[in-house]
């Protein structure tokens, strides 16, 4: 009994100093954080794990969160006075989670977009049910006017867990993968667990983030364990994340 649980690691033990790319803690703009009480729990607790740098990225989803970058920026600014005074030094950038859809290309031929804070990464989402039928088209476009898409949660869309060459394919495309740390449990089912200890173990994660949207999520996240033999992998998106993304 020993001799397995030495052999397990915490992930939250290599949290230190990591900057969150993904989450859904801004209050009361998709189905993340429902107010301002909910935000200030979800930052303290993720403090409390030694994360204080956030990039916020709540959804923008067509009719379901039709987010904007007003919107957005309204939200964190909310969120950071509340920050401020509770004397809490949280630093928080404003961005979102974008679903690939009809929508997104009217975003993108606006230039209506709030990509990290180097103008390039943006987080991209797709239907969990079905890829876009002009998901390449879609990519390309987004390439080409110099963004740089990270694929949220590749792990969680099941119609490719059958064809898992497509992931190296995502990154010729242009993407980067970004890992959930919940898949690294059974939480999104043993299907997801399987397939993201494939792509860590074959390196195809450039980055990790948390996709917390409420203290449920976060009582799973400290529960999250792994094997020793994926412990470089994630230290290397880790560091990855935060010499990418960490904030001044
Ligand atoms: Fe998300």
Redesign the pocket.
Known sequence: MLSILKSNNYLVDLFDGYTDI???ILPGIDDGAQNIEESLALVNELNALGVSHFIC?P?TMGDYYPNTPETIHTAASTLRKSLAATENKSQLKASS?YMLDEEFSAHLKAGDLLPFTDDKHLLV?ISYLQPPINLEELLFDLTHAGYIPIL??PERYTYYHKKPEYYAELQRLGCVLQLNALSLSDYYGTSVKKMALELLDKDLYSFL?T?V?SLRHISHLKKITFKKKYKSNLQKILSQTKENFGLQ
């Open positions: 993904h989450n859904h990225t959804h989670e989402e949220a949660h983030g996709d949207h």
